[in-house]
């Protein structure tokens, strides 16, 4: 059974970092694609940020460009989102996905979802 469990979420204040991490278990990790998606209370959810199998090509939400960095460890079976210059409008809870490809930004979907993990900025 495919399981992926998100961490690292938290309360910070504008302007600090935080790394979510994203463990997955039950599927063959490296022949994934991998991403992160956010829903803040009353929105829809939204993407945040994609990577590719070996990691190698990512692609990001405008909103986060030169603030967020997603990576993959596929060795460790992890993905991560470091997460810098945070702003109140990052809120949210925050979802690892498996199996997203490159229409993610206006899909929304993929094969399997995380739990989810809150990140809370600040102001």
């Known amino acids: 059974q495919v399981q992926l469990v998100e961490s690292g979420g938290g309360l910070v204040q504008t302007e600090g970092s935080l790394r979510l991490s994203c463990a997955a278990s039950?599927?063959?990790?490296?022949?994934?694609?991998m991403g992160w998606f956010r829903q803040a209370p009353g929105k829809e959810r939204e993407f945040v940020a994609r990577?590719?199998?070996?990691?190698?090509?990512?692609d990001y939400a405008d909103f986060v460009k030169g603030r967020f960095t997603i990576s993959r460890v596929n060795l460790k079976n992890t993905m991560y989102l470091q997460m810098n210059s945070l702003k109140p409008e990052d809120t949210a809870v925050y979802y690892c996905?498996?199996?997203?490809?490159?229409?993610?930004?206006?899909?929304?979907?993929?094969?399997?979802w995380g739990q989810g993990t809150q990140v809370t900025v600040s102001s």
């Open positions: 990577i590719s199998f070996t990691g190698v090509n990512t």
């Open positions: 039950g599927l063959t990790f490296s022949t994934y694609s």
């Open positions: 996905a498996a199996g997203v490809d490159s229409r993610a930004a206006t899909t929304r979907r993929a094969n399997y």
